[in-house]
């Protein structure tokens, strides 16, 4: 039987924010599913949480859609479950299932014959779950209990949960999960403000959300209240000065809403994770994870933030049909993330962010030929080929942001802000390809006030097309002047300034230079936003005293966009340097993310 918060929330789903039953559901090359068929409507989770096994042990009950009155069987994504018996909601009887051998990629099949339209799996997580890191004491900030998180996105959620695991499937959901009494639970959903004695936490997530979206976290955690509808989670130790860092999220939200429209999910929630958090953040609904390296303490780096803020809008709200239109995720949300920061902090900040972000995209593309189809925004990544090697990548998020920027100044601000608003609107809670994006802004752009260029041009070819003056920025310009020559900077300098000057610092830097910046501003003892820079730098230099703060640094910091220009340094150094880069691996991989671990795997082998 149903649970009340699960006939809730399927209620709150019928509200005209579901899918209607008519659209049809693109085809995913990463998920074996079959949607198109019969599609998950709601997901009841009871799972217990076991750190001694390193276990999730529970159910999924799974109601259902039917889309094809005529379709018998479901299938599930699977990946290295240990799946047990499957039931019917109704009959409580077992219906008969399958699991396929496992494919490259995807994963196991899970085939089940339907007798009505909702059935119960009982099943286990294993060690193959690389969705879950199971973090010891010695890896948080207390030091004194272990803690749990998920990383669903982009095809992770079926490690740890039997579902369908595409972005065009949404579904709301509600959960039961049982934790060791003392410690947390969070979700993407309604979160408890405090702790439940007995350990039992119940969720509720009343929107329909992608599977990637689904999140779990299990820890020794506080709260502090930031506004009115939005707060941050971290450890005890962690907590204040996260809420310091972090003052402006009740102003982005009202920014974001004035610019497109009302946030739709309630509350807007930050958890703060351990340096093992492989990504900078990750837009859970209700519940931004994080990763400590944000908080610089100058509050210079809040435009992560102000990303995973707008994903409330574009990707959470309105979702990409496959990964193979990631861009309409983190090219849209880049663009977004722009817009409030020029909102809050003015057009230097935003023109600082466009500069640096247009660096970044030119020495990608360098990377590829013109006619590379990674170098597209309409991808066409094959089942067989991991969408996180290839989607998440400088062309989705800042060719993406570029091609939004070049609307804005080809039909004005007013009149783009009132496109990407209706849009908002009219596919709040359900997803969509690049082929209706280009068909929208054909008809309601290009149609009505004609330019002179073809979106057709930034979607299915190569390069960054010359339809928009390249994005400048008076300050890195300055910044980078100094760089060139290694001259002292002023003193005042914030973190985002070092960033820019380090970046620019050019590759015949020597090491007596090093050596006087370093006497100057004590950058080997910087953040870890500065080290990202820094080390490479000395390591480059062959400035061998640099190894112990290399080797501190790895061992400590998982985040994936910190860790590889460290490592990559070291390996295209030396034998010295490459053996200190495999031995630091070694005592690291226990600790770090399945994705980061895989990562650095492939540089040091």
């Known amino acids: 039987m149903r649970s009340l918060a699960c006939l809730l929330a399927i209620a709150a789903a019928c509200k005209g924010s579901a899918?209607?039953?008519?659209?049809?559901?693109?085809?995913?090359?990463?998920?074996?599913?079959?949607?198109?068929?019969?599609?998950?409507?709601?997901?009841?989770?009871?799972?217990?949480?076991d750190f001694k096994a390193?276990?999730?042990t529970g159910t999924a009950t799974l109601s259902f859609v039917r889309r094809d009155r005529a379709a018998r069987e479901v299938i599930l994504d699977t990946d290295g479950l240990a799946i047990g018996a499957v039931t019917d909601c109704t009959s409580k009887q077992p219906v008969r299932s399958r699991l396929a051998p496992a494919v490259k990629v995807l994963g196991q099949a899970l085939t089940v014959e339907l007798a009505s339209d909702c059935i119960v799996i009982a099943y286990h997580t294993t060690a193959a779950a690389r969705a879950l890191l199971w973090v010891d004491p010695?890896?948080?900030?207390?030091?004194?209990?272990?803690?749990?998180?998920?990383?669903?996105e982009p095809i992770l959620a079926r490690t740890w949960i039997p579902l369908q695991d595409s972005p065009g499937v949404r579904f709301t959901y509600d959960a039961t999960i049982r934790v060791p009494p003392g410690q947390w639970a969070l979700m993407s959903a309604e979160n408890p403000q405090t702790i439940a004695p007995d350990g039992v936490f119940r969720f509720t997530m009343a929107q329909p959300i992608p599977s990637y979206l689904m999140a779990l976290a299990v820890g020794d955690f506080a709260f502090k209240p930031l506004g009115p509808r939005s707060g941050v989670y971290a450890e005890p130790s962690v907590v204040e000065s996260a809420a310091n860092e972090f003052v402006e999220v009740e102003a982005m939200m009202t920014a974001a809403e004035q610019l497109y429209g009302p946030y739709r999910w309630g509350r807007y929630d930050m958890l703060v994770l351990p340096p093992s958090f492989p990504f900078g953040g990750m837009e859970n609904p209700r519940l931004t994870f994080l990763t400590p390296t944000v908080i610089a303490g100058d509050r210079s780096l809040v435009s992560l933030i102000a990303?995973?803020?707008?994903?409330?809008?574009?990707?959470?709200?309105?979702?990409?049909s496959t990964w193979n239109d990631v861009w309409l995720n983190e090219g849209f949300t880049t663009y977004v993330e722009r817009r409030l920061m020029e909102k809050l902090r003015g057009k230097e900040t935003s023109d600082v962010q466009w500069a640096i972000g247009t660096q970044d995209l030119s020495k990608t593309l360098a990377e590829y030929s013109p006619t590379d189809p990674r170098t597209f925004l309409a991808l066409r990544t094959r089942?067989?080929?991991?969408?996180?090697?290839?989607?998440?990548?400088?062309?989705?998020?800042?060719?993406?942001?570029?091609?939004?920027?070049?609307?804005?100044?080809?039909f004005g601000r007013e009149t783009f802000d009132a496109f990407l608003r209706r849009r908002f609107d009219r596919r709040a809670f359900q997803s969509s390809d690049t082929e209706t994006f280009e068909t929208e802004v054909n008809a309601e752009l290009f149609a009505k006030h004609p330019v002179g260029w073809s979106v057709a041009t930034w979607l299915h070819a190569g390069g960054i097309p010359n339809t928009t003056p390249a994005p400048t920025s008076a300050k890195v310009t300055e910044i980078e002047q100094l760089a060139k020559t290694v001259s002292l900077p002023p003193a005042g300098w914030d973190t985002l300034d070092w960033v820019i000057y380090l970046r620019a610092i050019p590759p015949t830097v020597t090491s007596a230079q090093l050596e006087a910046l370093d006497a100057?501003?004590?950058?080997?003892?910087?953040?870890?936003?500065?080290?990202?820079f820094w080390l490479p730098l000395l390591i480059n230099a062959d400035v061998t005293?640099?190894?112990?703060?290399?080797?501190?640094?790895?061992t400590t910091v998982g985040r994936r966009r910190m860790v590889r220009p460290v490592y990559v340094a070291l390996m295209g150094k030396n034998d010295r340097w490459r053996a200190l880069a495999r031995s630091i691996f070694a005592k690291a991989a226990a600790g770090y993310h399945p994705l980061t671990r895989d990562m650095v795997g492939e540089l040091v082998k």
């Open 54 to 56: 390193q276990t999730l």
């Open 307 to 320: 990303h995973e803020l707008a994903h409330s809008w574009s990707g959470n709200l309105v979702t990409n």
């Open 520 to 532: 100057a501003y004590h950058l080997t003892t910087g953040n870890t936003e500065i080290l990202m």
């Open 138 to 152: 010695a890896g948080t900030a207390g030091k004194q209990h272990p803690m749990l998180f998920t990383q669903s």
């Open 383 to 410: 089942s067989d080929q991991d969408p996180d090697d290839t989607g998440p990548t400088d062309v989705a998020y800042e060719k993406g942001a570029l091609l939004l920027r070049a609307l804005e100044l080809a």
């Open 19 to 49: 899918r209607p039953d008519s659209e049809p559901i693109k085809h995913d090359p990463h998920s074996q599913a079959n949607p198109e068929r019969i599609a998950v409507s709601h997901l009841a989770l009871a799972l217990d949480v």
């Open 545 to 554: 005293r640099a190894a112990p703060v290399v080797e501190s640094f790895l």
